[in-house]
């Protein structure tokens, strides 16, 4: 937990915002890095902690502002999407400029032209969010985590992010929580369709059942939300239990043509109005490729091999997650598709396998951490001739393509803003073996 702010010093003039999300300013020849801040703003600051380079800051007042400065939607926005205080505008300037810099500056890395997808929506896109469950005065309330600390909360009572459905069911289940005086859920998450015809509540606490809840939580709720179901997910010795408490345990997402079930601990991409612009892209260079053989190393749920097998002779894709590639399964079945083979475990174990095999496509979405050398030092001893990476963290992304550039040159780097008020960044890079 970080210690509580030393003092105030003197006005700040921030120069720049850096990824993640930090402003970036000069103090006695030192890099401040305070957590809110516009380029030229005036701003005042507190100490947080001092290292011997540089000081982290929490900034309490704004002394001069930006005419780029937006009033934020969300009360508890610091806690889940700082760049609310920004115009949408600057938000993909200011996260293109991350990625060159990134990428260039500290890798050695030439982008090219980086292509900016935005988001069609910029409130109301996720289709998912989980929240924890405080109590305070008796009563049960949504809340962050305070950005840097453990053990302080920021309430949230409307979240713009997500839909008014969203909210609404949220807010009566908590309605309902509260009356009946339920004490068992730890947090709550709900997901919700693109089309938003069904929803899903998860409830995470001890012990969850339908005896810890309100009579009829599940049936109530329905009949005035689109309900599909209500799961229950309580710990155990070797990881969590899923209870069903109402309905089923899983939605049905429609994209890019195909449908992709996914379930209460299953991933599925978060924006449910940029995501079909991503699969008609990496369907399009599958086209236009037409490769005889192709893998998925971080397949999910199969967002994107999925997508791949019409263009592909064969399909090969690869999930570790036991829930994934159980909801993997079910829709390389559900969608009719004969020429894609599941493989369970992970990426490293699977590689030298895959490219024995000879695939003519690999396309890669691995977590933040990126792909690493056990990922990459295999693609370099036998290069695949295309690699549509999608990467979550541009210094990951960086520090791999400078590996892999070794064998392949840089089609294109596209951003997709999958994440709008966040400091996220979403890219799909092209690599064509040299």
């Known amino acids: ?37 516009l380029p030229g703003e005036l701003i005042a600051v507190q100490t947080v902690r001092e290292r011997a380079g540089y000081i982290e800051a929490r900034t309490v007042r704004v002394l001069e ?6 009033e934020p939607r969300c009360a508890h926005y610091r806690a889940c999407a700082p760049y609310q205080v920004m115009d949408y505008a600057f938000q993909l300037e200011l ?15 030439d982008p090219g032209p980086v292509t900016v997808k935005p988001s069609p929506e910029t409130w109301g896109y996720r289709n998912r969010a989980r929240f924890h469950c405080v109590r305070a005065q008796g009563r049960l309330s949504l809340a962050y985590h305070r950005p840097g600390s453990l053990r302080s909360w920021i309430p949230v009572r409307d979240c ?42 998860i409830l995470s606490g001890q012990k969850l059942g339908t005896t810890s809840l309100p009579p009829d939580f599940g049936p109530e709720l ?9 799961i229950g997910i309580s710990p155990t010795p070797k990881g969590a239990s899923e209870t069903i408490l109402y309905g089923r345990g ?24 940029l995501l079909d612009t991503a699969l008609n892209e990496v369907r399009t260079v599958g086209l236009r490729a037409r490769p005889g053989r192709a893998a998925d190393l971080y397949c999910g749920v199969g967002t994107f091999g999925l997508a791949l097998a019409a263009a592909a ?13 159980g909801d993997l399964a079910h829709n390389v079945q559900g969608n009719g598709l004969r020429n894609f083979a599941v493989s369970r475990g992970t990426a490293e174990a699977w590689i030298d396998r895959i490219l024995a095999e000879k695939p003519d ?25 295309l690699i549509l990476y999608l990467s979550c963290d541009p210094a990951t992304l960086g520090r791999d393509l400078k590996i892999l550039l070794a064998r392949y040159r840089l089609r294109s780097l596209t951003l997709y803003d999958f994440f709008p008020h966040t400091p996220h960044i979403e890219t799909l890079s092209i690599l064509d073996r040299v």
Do not use: W
């Open 65 to 70: 502002a930006s005419a780029r400065r937006r």
């Open 222 to 230: 329905a009949k005035r939300f689109p309900l599909s179901g209500l």
């Open 250 to 273: 899983y939605l049905e997402n429609e994209a890019g043509g195909l449908v992709y079930r996914c379930g209460a601990r299953s991933f599925f991409q978060v924006n449910r109005f």
């Open 313 to 325: 002779g064969e399909v090969r894709g690869v999930e570790s997650d036991p829930a994934n590639a």
């Open 361 to 385: 496509l690999v396309m890669v979405d691995p977590p933040r951490k990126g792909l690493g050398p056990r990922i990459t030092g295999p693609i370099l001893e036998s290069p695949p001739p």
């Open 95 to 109: 996260k293109k400029s991350q990625v060159e810099d990134i990428l260039g500056r500290q890798f050695g890395v």
């Open 160 to 201: 713009h992010l997500i839909s008014d459905r969203m909210n609404g069911l949220l807010a009566a289940a908590l309605d309902m929580l509260n009356a009946a005086r339920a004490t068992a859920v730890n947090e709550i998450e709900v997901r919700e369709t693109a089309s938003g015809r069904e929803s899903l509540l």
């Open 1 to 37: 937990m970080a210690p509580e702010p030393a003092s105030e010093l003197p006005p700040i003039r921030v120069e720049q915002v850096v990824y993640p999300g930090k402003s970036l300013a000069h103090y006695r020849e030192k890099i401040l890095f305070a957590d809110e801040g």
